[in-house]
């Protein structure tokens, strides 16, 4: 996040940006170090577009640099890292051009190889959902699998299925089973694994009544894989579009907004996630919230324990601190980001320096451009760093959604 007033910005000075402006987008993280960026453009096209991000190249001041197209271009999909290095994309939408309102769900899943084709990476057609939808969550359980939840159909309706992938079989495809149903789940943005394997869900949004249900969700595979059961918890807030980050102690911190008389009013709760079952009523307690980030942010750990809160229709950020045995939480501001930011996202490297890429601008337009922060090793201070342009950035329509 490069700053000019700041000292700690290279005299190269240039900004980073990616080949297309991008909301909606996925940015995972690969074995090798590199970022694959996925989808998020304006239209069908655009969105089939996949770069990597090589913090290594370039002199160690990074590169963008064009990998195999997606097959479907889509936005709000999933993408999640296998254990095998492989990266599967589940889901998600499409619009044919960018000024049309209609939408269509991906019928397709694929994984991405990077050491396919010499080393230039690849798709393969990895399977599909049973039910199709965009806008849902993906999270890969200790077994392997990969629990789905949520989303959207292509006629907007919420879908309650709970489904579990399996990234491959003996044939080679995936394969997806609807292992349960949610009976009010509307559009949960945030689905995390706790250390005792269960996954909680929050987030539960109403969006036709701008409004957030006053639950939270924790569902349990079996042991054989075949069935959940999803456990309703209520919880002291009514959080919309929340981050969930598990802390060093295990806790789990949780931020989003809460709708007061119409306002967004950012709130926190810290969650004991080793509780069992018959304690997770009594898991929950309220903490102090930022005091600038808002709806729609990113929350990376760093190094330190410490937690980055970053955009939210602004261009804040702040530093979560855990509380220690003489010590209470408490939240300092760092450097502000270059842009303001929402549905962004946000990285954290093997050299342990966070890449946020995209999202939208106070307007809810795309944008292209991507900075780095360095955080440093005391609890409030951090140092910055910017990258080369991407040679190939233009300017697109945003996807309406």
Known sequence: MCLQRSHHCREDGARLEVAIPREGHSATLLPNGKVLVVGGG?????????????????????????????????????????????????????KEK???????????????????????????????????????TATLLPSGNILVVGGFNEQGKSVTSIELYSPSTKKGRSTSIVIGEFEDLRYPTSATLLPHGNVLIVGNTNYNENSCLHHAHIVTVSTNQQSAMDTVVSDPLDLC??????????????VGVAVEEGEDITKALLYDSTKQPDNWIEAWRTTDPPHTVGRLHTATTLPN???????????????????????TTRWSRTDDMTSLRSRHTATKLLNNTILVVGGADESDNPLAS??????????????VTALPKHQGATNQPRATK
């Open 42 to 94: 304006a239209t069908a096209a655009t969105s089939k577009i996949a770069e990597l991000f090589d913090p290594a190249a370039n002199g160690g001041k990074g590169a963008w640099r064009t990998t195999a197209p997606l097959p479907q271009g889509r936005f709000s999909h999933t993408a999640t890292l296998l254990p095998n290095g492989k990266v599967l994309v589940i889901g998600g939408e499409w």
């Open 98 to 136: 960018s000024d049309v309102p209609k939408r269509s769900r991906v019928s397709l899943d694929h994984i991405y190889d990077p050491a396919a084709d010499g080393g230039k990476g690849a798709w393969t057609v990895a399977g599909s959902l049973q039910v199709q939808r965009f806008g849902h």
């Open 241 to 254: 579009a929340p981050t969930v980050t598990i802390l060093q102690d295990k806790s789990a911190l949780i």
């Open 305 to 327: 324990g410490t937690v980055l809160f970053a955009g939210g229709y602004t261009d804040s950020a702040e530093i979560f601190v855990p509380a220690t045995t003489n010590t």
């Open 370 to 383: 991507a900075e780095i922060y360095e955080p440093a090793m005391s609890t409030a201070a951090a140092t």
